[in-house]
């Protein structure tokens, strides 16, 4: 098996494994986002140049109707920055992240640094769904 059809085979059991019907679009985006096995950050605009580099043929209205699927299918995490900018994780442990203010990134943060005592008790009516720490930082 070349390494071609490995990192092919990883994106269709990705969208398998979460039940997505492997279409050519999503098996594109996904061959991007975990063929090589590696975890990434990525936002929308990123992954849309990404497929055109790649020869692909998909909207950037694709590229984000993918994405929200994706998420809804529980294969990626939405990042929220600046209330404004998304980043998509494929890394779906909980964990913490730094965003590099001067070149708008996202990266990982070491969990086993994070402590975290106590969070505020959810208002009468709502429940706590998870707990994102962005760290930002800025190069001095």
Not at 48 to 75: H, I, M, P, R
Request: charge should be negative; proline fraction near 4%.
């Amino acid at each position: 098996m070349t390494e071609t059809e490995t990192q092919n085979d990883r994106g269709e059991r990705w969208l398998a494994g979460a039940g997505l019907r492997p279409t050519r679009q999503r098996k594109a985006l996904a061959d991007l986002l975990v063929g090589d096995g590696l975890d990434r950050h990525v936002t929308a605009e990123s992954l849309f140049e990404a497929a055109a580099g790649a020869g692909e043929k998909v909207s950037l209205a694709t590229v984000y109707n993918t994405l929200k699927a994706f998420c809804d299918a529980g294969l990626l995490r939405e990042i929220t920055v600046d209330g404004s900018k998304s980043y998509f994780d494929t890394n779906m442990t909980d964990h913490p992240h730094f965003y590099w203010e001067d070149d708008q990134r996202l990266s990982d943060a070491p969990s086993e640094q994070l402590e975290i005592a106590r969070v505020p008790d959810a208002p009468e009516g709502a429940e706590i769904a998870s707990v994102d720490v962005v760290i930002r930082l800025r190069r001095s």
